[in-house]
């Protein structure tokens, strides 16, 4: 390889796609680094302060995508406040300055502000997809700014950030002349849309693939876009509120009928339940489904709507399909990759649905299940076994028992042996959540058998810091791991601290570390950040190392300490 | 740290094994701590909350909360509805005790236009209703009250029935009204706005409460007449269920939400 010139190999670099592959290219040599870093296009950043833009800038000048991830994942649950970082306009406002001719920006978890937006809009002439997950800080005048400056627009995607909707009409903000797009997803707005602009703009997109319309899209208007758009592939239904016997609902049917080539379907956002036989025609062909935002569909209408949909392979839907229900998708849908299971009542007495019943059947008759994410009343240490046997090839395994520390309600045993039945038997096994009753056994089990385990999360478990340490000595692959209300202290956080430089990140709350452990973690590995948020300014008044830390969030870093850090945020 | 103690139905079993003893520090937001009124069988119920548990994305906890407002909004007029309880607005679907409902009557139970069927349990003979004499929930409710329970001449009728068959609507009765819908499927009266109502209902049922297996019935119970079997041996770990496909006819339990 190194007589050849440095255009072939960097054709040969060309079918190398994933950021793992890219990144040990680049490792191999000198000349590959360089052959390297010239050609690569895309970039992730799993930490925004990781590394800076400039030398982002630097080191890819031939950037045109770029994945940034700013808060950690327990932001998502309000543990961690809003102002405590992860802000995007450095970044844009480095890029800007550049000749980067960025044409890609996804994000999730940061704080994005409609200026930010602005300068994006006007920065990157061939600017043409813009996508934000749990994100929060703009408002639709930041959408208005991308919609109309953005000439070359493909793709906007907005899932389930937490906008400040102006009902400003960001939609009629795309001029005349925009015809590119690919994909519009704004269920995640509040507000009303300008359903004429909505019309003529959906028109005007032939190469329109993904749409996904938010709750203030009438069942008419749905009608009229589908008739625009039957090449659609990927369907986000707002309101589906009609009456049955109106026109509106039969041109609804024929409409249907036309969009042969939908493979994904979801919202449902408002639903009167009566009318769903109008989507059966197409529920045939559906990979996809997700209803997890539609409370207002349950009991036989869902079964019904499940029996149809023989191809699916991803299912996102409410726990108020009951063990009942999933025992219909486990008869129903063989193709089953993905199931997502949410709670429609998280505080409610226990009335909820699901329990490990609905789980082992849709084990048993969906054997190629790999991934779970199961909110659920109960579970049993059985149940979890059966699972184990009946499907090895878990890749993601997310449980949460609404209470988080109960036992194996038949048994009264705790959980310890079920999911050591699930790292034993899924030997892919990158991602695990716990709940339930926990003593230090399971992650005894964790250590030994979840070898390719990436990501851990554990709340209320745990009799000691042996518990963690299992854990750490154990799983070398481990890159993520966040903890909350478990019994571990310095003795487990100092044991091995340059494990943490091997990893991303990790998250301890309300734990027993104490800020005399967290400085003497930070002391020893200047590459890594270690905060501590405290946002009752207790520190400020005890600054006793004997004290207690409330939350703590280390990761490892390329840049030292960042400087945006609000005021009750101290790097050690 | 939230111990044991913080979730009263757990017998304290973390210092069993003579791990460490936790314990609420003193300066910490002891204020999260979980506060239960008497221990409910799940453990954390009702109105107490962990700070961020379950773990659910904060915009979906705010979409559930807000789209059962909006649900709540839209039945004003049933009566039905409590604050603080969503799941009270949300749509609530009927079963019975494993009784087989016949559907053979798939002959336009309308009839007469407007006309309904009317049953009421324990009264052997049925009786109509015209919809179109009525616009509202009350108004048919309060018509259907006078024709089975105020009329002395009812076959059947037991005296007791007079005082407990009263208000239909609001749940305090030991009666509740239910109808079938175009696509054979038992609701209970109220859910939907009156004029989607009148348009999909075939068949009205007055029917005791206690059949209509409504909110807070135990999970066992409803086991006994589960149209599933599930046993899990733990000797042999396996799985033995014989789940069956229900058709319309069988009427399978739905847990309240």
Redesign the interface.
Known sequence: MNYFPDEVLEHVFDFITSHKDRNSVSLVCKSWYKIERYSRQRVFIGNCYSISPERLIARFPGLKSLTLKGKPHFADFNLVPHDWGGFVYPWIKALAKSRIGLEELRLKRMVVSDESLELLSKSFVNFKSLVLVSCEGFTTDGLAAIAANCRFLRELDLQENEVDDHRGHWLSCFPESCTSLISLNFACLRGEVNLGALERLVSRSPNLKSLRLNRAVPLDTLQKLLMRAPQLVDLGIGSYVHDPFSEVYNKLKIAIQRCKSIRSLSGFLEVAPHCMSAIYPICGNLTFLNLSYAPGLHGNKLMKLIQHCRKLQRLWILDCIGDKGLGVVALTCKELQELRVFPSDPFGAGNAAVTEEGLVLVSAGCPKLNSLLYFCQQMTNAALITVAKNCPNFIRFRLCILDPIKPDPVTNQPLDEGFGAIVQSCKGLKRLSLSGLLTDQVFLYIGMYAEQLEMLSIAFAADSDKGMLYVLNGCKKLRKLEIRDCPFGDAALLEDVGKYETMRSLWMSSCEVTLGGCKSVAEKMPSLNVEIIDECEQMEFNLDDKQKVDKMYLYRTLVGHRKDAPEYVSIL | ??T?KD?P??VS??TK?G??S?SV?G???AAESVSHEGG?????????????????????????V???K??RADEGDSGIGEKDK??DG??K?LNYNGNKISSTTTVNEKGHLGFVKVNMDGIPIGRKVDLNAHSCYQSLAQALEDMFLRSTNSVGAEKEQLTKASKLLDGSSEFVLTYE???G?WMLVGD?PW??FV??VRRLRIMRTSEANG??IH?KSMANH???S?S???SC???V?A?R??D?NER??????
């Open positions: 740290i939230l044991a979730f139905s757990v079993h973390r094994n791990g460490p936790v520090s300066t910490k937001r409910s069988p799940t453990g954390v119920s009702g109105s107490s909350q962990v700070v961020g548990w379950p773990p659910i994305r904060a915009y979906r906890m705010n979409s559930l807000n789209q059962a909006s649900q969503p799941k949300l749509k679907k819908d175009k696509e499927d939907v004029r989607m348009s999909s909110l807070g999970k589960s149209c599933f599930f899990v041996s733990e770990y396996s799985f269920a789940p496909f229900h319309s399978q339990r739905s847990k309240p939400i």
